[in-house]
């Protein structure tokens, strides 16, 4: 039962232009979303988040869409630089009688390469 | 500050063979966990610790893995018979807070333990 998906295993763009990264949930019960960046050979680093209560956070060049009704959730990253170049793992979390933090429920990843 | 210290890196062994996996979290992190990645898939969580006891063990698959963290700092990890599909990443990952809050769901990750079963 796959409750976090990202259906798009890879995406390639051009430096400067925009990378969007798309999640879908089935969980109605989720309340915060993340996403976490993850280099080779390295642990996933935590990169933006978005509460339930929000539809947009914005933090520099990335930004973070959530659509509830849709269950639906994807990243903006403007501009595109090859240091971007990553997996990008979309993550999800239910409050659930405040027991279950850091509890997340990964997606698969989507590997983004940014071209020069 | 220093970051999530895992050891070792890499570990190959043989089916039904043992191995055990060590975590030494950031200095004063209270909550402690344990997540497995499949090659191709997120990382699952396996088990959850707050200081020295266990908040969250429901996924993990107690005829063969078993974790402790006896004074709630270091953290072992043990796989015991291992089977192919334990084949994975084990990564460690350490968060201060104590109780749910927005920040609580932003976790520290080390680099991880990469364990291949033959």
């Known amino acids: 039962d796959q409750q976090v998906k990202q259906n798009s295993p890879s995406l390639s763009v051009q430096e400067g232009r925009i990378s969007i990264l798309n999640c879908d949930y089935t969980?109605?019960?989720?309340?915060?979303f993340l996403w976490y960046k993850k280099y080779p050979a390295e642990g996933p680093t935590f990169l933006i988040s978005i509460s339930s209560i929000k539809d947009k956070n914005e933090d520099g060049r990335f930004t973070v869409f959530l659509n509830k009704s849709a269950k639906h959730l994807s990243l903006h990253i403007v501009p595109s630089q090859p240091g971007d170049s990553a997996v990008y793992f979309c993550a999800a979390s239910a409050r659930a009688g405040g027991t279950s933090y850091g509890k997340l429920t990964f997606g698969q990843g989507t590997i983004l390469t940014v071209h020069p | 500050e220093a970051g999530v210290a895992q050891s070792p890196r890499y570990k190959i062994i043989e089916k039904r063979q043992s191995v055990a996996f060590w975590c030494n979290p950031i200095?004063?992190?209270?909550?402690l966990y344990w997540y497995q990645q499949i090659l191709g898939q997120g990382p699952k969580l396996l088990i959850q610790?707050?200081?020295?006891?266990?908040?969250?063990d429901s996924q993990l698959p107690k005829d063969r893995f078993s974790a402790e963290r006896l004074k709630g700092v270091d953290s072992t990890l043990k796989i015991q018979p291992a089977k192919l599909e334990d084949s994975a990443v084990y990564l460690c990952?350490?968060?201060?807070?104590?109780?749910?809050?927005?920040?609580?769901?932003?976790?520290?990750f080390g680099a991880g333990s990469r364990l291949t079963v033959l």
């Open positions: 200095s004063g992190h209270a909550t």
């Open positions: 610790f707050q200081n020295n006891g266990v908040v969250d």
């Open positions: 969980n109605s019960m989720f309340d915060y």
């Open positions: 990952a350490s968060s201060p807070h104590r109780q749910w809050s927005s920040g609580a769901n932003v976790l520290t």
